[in-house]
């Protein structure tokens, strides 16, 4: 939200927050009840992406979201809402 709002410095500093918290996460969805699938850090890595995107940084995001797709389980990959990921990967080819 805060990148979408045009408030760049704001978002970096959430990013850095961001950061400090998914180190606190499990490395695996295997640690993890059902219900809390997506809370791993590759989930959130590509979650990452869109807020660059929205800075404008689209090669940033589009590397960002590749690492992300590639440290995701492959049945996650072929998901839903991995499409979206998977769109931003191609945004600097």
Partial sequence: MLARDGLKTDA???????DRLVTQLPDSSDELPASAYWYVPSFFHGQRAFVLHALGDDKHAARVAREAIAAMPAAWREAEW????????????
């Fill in 82 to 93: 991995a499409g979206r990921r998977a769109r931003l990967a191609l945004l600097d080819m």
């Fill in 12 to 18: 970096r500093q959430a990013f850095a927050s961001a």
